[in-house]
């Protein structure tokens, strides 16, 4: 990556102040933490300022409290988790910004780690305000950013606080972007991409962007809908993107002149609802009946695709191969997490969704990589600019 690393800057005794992304999944009764791994992801770039005696800061933001305070948003629960990680106390602050907040700052001995309260209590984070970005900044000495699954939102503690500090990467970002990025430059191939979710025009602009290095494109999940009808197949009650149906004949004529592999589904699971209650058989998809909609992958597509996505080197993979919120609707996602955890192949997972099957599935340690971004790891693979990496100081030549 050509911007510089935490790696590559003294701080010792500098105040640091480190945008994480501990953004995560809360039980709705219980306000427990039901996934952790945004919070483990950001331990090597805490445990090393740790280690190298720095005064740390953490920004994060959780949920969309819009600007105001929601007490069930307050990250209490998060710096608790965050010290039994650690295995040391993080103080959490009243606020994130104001007198008081600079007083806990001061009283930070090197190597101790303080969180600030969440920053979307303010309005004027996700406005990027710029006397709230100078608030901030005048926390520390030195802005790290590791929040990589938040770097695609042009916000105050995201990209404001950068005009006022000398702003680096952080070991997660540097990582993600690594990683990502090889899959974009030189994959192994045959590469394939294992593409499901409920909308594909959340991701044309990656499929337009790695098109080329792709062997093999695979399609599960509501999105193969588009494909099948543009194919002139019945999908019953199924979403059809009218307006992607030119984008999506257009991309599989291109694919089959360039001799690639296009694998559809063959069977789907189709029901007559979207609910715990909901009928449902396996159909050919020349069988989809009316009133009937696809909520899976059937057995037959499990196996092609299984078929497909074995004699490849590098599988991607976004977005579940069905209804997942919908427990008899998992069993397509389930067996492609179960065959690329097994695959000798690179894996790679794509954040939001796919990441949570996989995790919940604890299957992650099998997969190379599994982003902690949903909206940032698309956005990264089709080519554009994250405003947070943007805004960090390139790498000295
Ligand atoms: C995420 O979970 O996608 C990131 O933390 C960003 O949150 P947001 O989508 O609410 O901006
Ligand atoms: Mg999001």
Partial sequence: MNKTSVRDIGVEGKRVLVRVDFNVPLDENTGEITDDSRIQATIPTIKYLIGQRARVILISHLGRPKGKVVDELRLTVVAQRLSQLLGQQVEI????IGPRVEKSVEELNNGDVLLLENVRFHPEEEENDTSFAQALAHLGDIFVNDAFSASHRAHASITGIADYLPAVAGLLLEKEIKTLGDILENPAHPFAVLLGGAKISDKIGMLENIRCKVDSFLIGG????????????????????????????????DIAKQRKHLVLPIDVVVADSLSTEATSKVVPVENIPSGLRIVDIGPLTIDSFSRELERCKTVFWNGPMGIYEIPQFTAGTQAMARLLANLKSTTVIGGGSTAEAVIEMKLADKMNFVS??????????????????EVLMDKEK
Avoid: H, N, W
């Fill in 93 to 96: 602050a009243i606020d994130c």
């Fill in 222 to 253: 509501g999105m193969a809908a588009t494909f099948l009808k543009a194919k002139s197949y019945g999908v019953g009650l199924s979403l059809v993107e009218g307006d992607k149906l030119e984008f999506v004949t257009q991309l599989m004529g």
């Fill in 372 to 389: 902690t971004g949903g909206g940032a790891s698309l956005r990264f693979l089709s080519g554009k600019a994250l405003p947070g990496v």
